[in-house]
């Protein structure tokens, strides 16, 4: 193979390792909005979806069965905060819309931003779990030693089969590292 051949052919060999680099980097760019909507339309990994207030209202209550709600709470061990569910289960009928409250306290000397990431199990029913309201939409600020009660509104759909007879609604928070104001080691907040 003469020089001119072998530069030809490592310049495509170039192209090509280039280009496919390229298509790998969007396809990983691409993952998180497709993995996104796929969890969103099957709801698998327990993903919940968000109804508007008149859309829930719309929906049509069967008052012939009743769907235990069950909630848990779970705070990342980085944020100094306590999170409760007010109450730890309730009774509803799939099309009702309901409102239950849970309470987070800050325990830092400082301001403290987190973020509730929701999930519903089983995983295949999470479809059937829309919120209206919740607290795990926006970013929660927590003042010094602050406790909140934060609202969630939801309604069960009533094409939840049949056979599913309780469900779960965990949260866990998660500390929002640009937000929060944690002062440095013998360093006071400010006041």
Known sequence: MSQHARRAANRRTACK???TTCLMF???YALVP???VFCEVTGINGKTARVSAAAAAAVEVDESRLVTVEFVTNVNVDLPW???PLVNKVQV???A???VEFEATNHAQYRVTGNAVPSVAPNAAARYFNKTECFCFTQQALGPLETRTMPVRFVVDPRLPADV???TLAYTFFE???TSAAPAPGVLPPS
């Open 176 to 178: 929002s590292m640009p």
């Open 26 to 28: 969007g396809f990983g």
């Open 82 to 84: 306590d999170f409760r």
């Open 34 to 36: 497709l993995y996104n």
């Open 165 to 167: 007879k309780v469900l």
């Open 93 to 95: 009928h799939p099309g």
């Open 97 to 99: 819309e309901t409102q």
């Open 17 to 19: 390792l280039v280009v």
